[in-house]
């Protein structure tokens, strides 16, 4: 239903209308709802928007399992539309499940996803939300339609060059809001150094020196009950040792940093056992300069 043929309707239906500032909306499906805001958006009845808004959510018990992502994505298209997006925002907050679907990547815009990694109350693990993201560029790299291969189907061991240059073209406004100091040491072994290629050299020893370096970093760890979980995961990293520079620690006559054991600061280079994430950042590998491997 369009727009004019919508708010014809809502005039011809009931005597009292916008001038009088009543509207009866208890005969309007879902859909309709959600037209209806479109439409006083386009028509500017802001009134009206913002009383259709608080309507739906006053419904949400109806529509919260079966269309809260339409209801999620159409509030998201409409920048007055600020009361549905942030209950929307909050409940996936809440619940990330809501929304982070396995193998359904469509259901996040990059506006989006870069508005929920800024929350500080999403329930949700760092390296699981970067694993999304990961899988979230991919589909939107392979679904490209100037790109003419499918990195869903092709193992990152597999990856060339312009694979991780289309990988971080899509994904290169997100990387600040990744809380790369709230993964673990196993888990940025196994999830985050795969793509190392990815990010210019810059960019990623960056992201070393926040992680190595936690408690120097601003960001928490995201929701209430992911910060009770990992508590303690800044104490378990902070004698993380690692060099910068992509030389191996043997060419420069230290364990492990890059500088002499003169200069090594007191917080590196202490553990006589490496973790096995060390062996994985001084180990350079084909074609890459260390941290990533472009300049």
């Known amino acids: 239903m369009s727009s004019n043929i919508l708010l014809n309707r809502l005039v011809k239906n009931y005597e009292t209308h916008l001038y009088s500032g009543e509207v009866t909306l208890d005969e309007l499906n879902l859909l309709e709802l959600l037209e209806l805001i479109s439409a006083a958006d386009e028509f500017i009845l802001f009134e009206l928007m913002k009383f259709t808004e608080t309507f739906l959510i006053s419904l949400a018990d109806t529509w919260m399992k079966t269309n809260f992502i339409k209801i999620h994505l159409h509030a998201h298209t409409i920048t007055g539309c600020k009361a549905l997006q942030e209950f929307c925002t909050k409940k996936i907050c809440e619940d990330p499940d809501l929304i982070f679907l396995p193998k359904d990547y469509g259901n996040l815009n990059e506006e989006v996803l870069i508005k929920l990694l800024k929350r500080d109350d999403l329930e949700m693990k760092e390296v699981e939300l970067w694993k999304y993201i990961i899988k979230w560029g991919i589909h939107e790299s392979s679904s490209n339609v100037d790109n003419d291969s499918n990195l869903n189907e092709t193992d990152v061991s597999e990856w060339n060059e312009n694979n991780f240059k289309d990988l971080w073209e899509v994904l290169k406004n997100f990387i600040d809001f990744v809380r790369f100091c709230n993964i673990s040491v196993e888990e940025f072994e196994k999830e985050v150094q795969p793509y190392s290629e990815m990010f210019p050299r810059k960019v ?31 104490t378990k990293k902070s004698s993380f040792p690692v060099h910068i520079g992509g030389f191996p620690p043997s060419s420069i006559g230290f364990n492990g940093f890059g500088a002499s054991s003169t200069t090594q600061p007191p917080v590196y280079g202490m553990l006589t056992t490496q973790p096995p994430v060390y062996e994985m950042l001084t180990t350079q590998q084909p074609g890459f300069a260390g941290f990533g491997s472009r300049n």
Do not use: D
Request: glycine residues 6%; charged residues 30%; proline residues 3%.
């Open 204 to 234: 990623y020893e960056k992201i070393i020196w926040s992680f190595v370096k936690p408690q120097e970093s601003k960001m928490i760890i995201r929701g209430n009950r992911v910060r009770k979980q990992g508590s303690n995961l800044s």
